[in-house]
Nanobody, 119 residues
Framework: QVQLVESGGGLVQAGGSLRLSCAAS????????MGWYRQAPGKERELVAR???????NYADSVKGRFTISRDNAKNTVYLQMNSLKPEDTAVYYC?????????????WGQGTQVTISS
């Protein structure tokens, strides 16, 4: 089992910044990738950014150049630095981890943290 605890959400004005953190605990030795997803009211959950154990990253087109995902392996924590925030970034942000054991992959989710951007 992997437990994920997010923090860092809040309310900021458009143009501002926030940094989200996701601390992983439990059976973290086989985590192959971690990421951030978001879900706005009435919309499907979407990938925001993802980072593999090797450090490869990918981003949604809507956040490229504004958001940066990083990880601190010593702290088992993944961060999402969000700059130049827009009202359309408002959503619940979820941390995600993929744990790979042989051919099997199990996905874990955090409880979510609300990010609200005012115009």
């Amino acid at each position: 089992q992997v437990q994920l605890v997010e923090s860092g959400g809040g309310l900021v004005q458009a143009g501002g910044s926030l940094r989200l953190s996701c601390a992983a605990s439990g059976s973290i030795g086989s985590i192959s990738a971690m990421g951030w997803y978001r879900q706005a009211p009435g919309k499907e959950r979407e990938l925001v950014a993802r980072i593999t154990s090797g450090g490869a990253t990918n981003y949604a087109d809507s956040v490229k150049g504004r958001f940066t995902i990083s990880r601190d392996n010593a702290k088992n924590t993944v961060y999402l630095q969000m700059n130049s925030l827009k009202p359309e970034d408002t959503a619940v942000y979820y941390c995600n981890a993929d744990r790979s054991v042989g051919p099997w992959v199990t996905t874990y989710w955090g409880q979510g943290t609300q990010v609200t951007i005012s115009s």
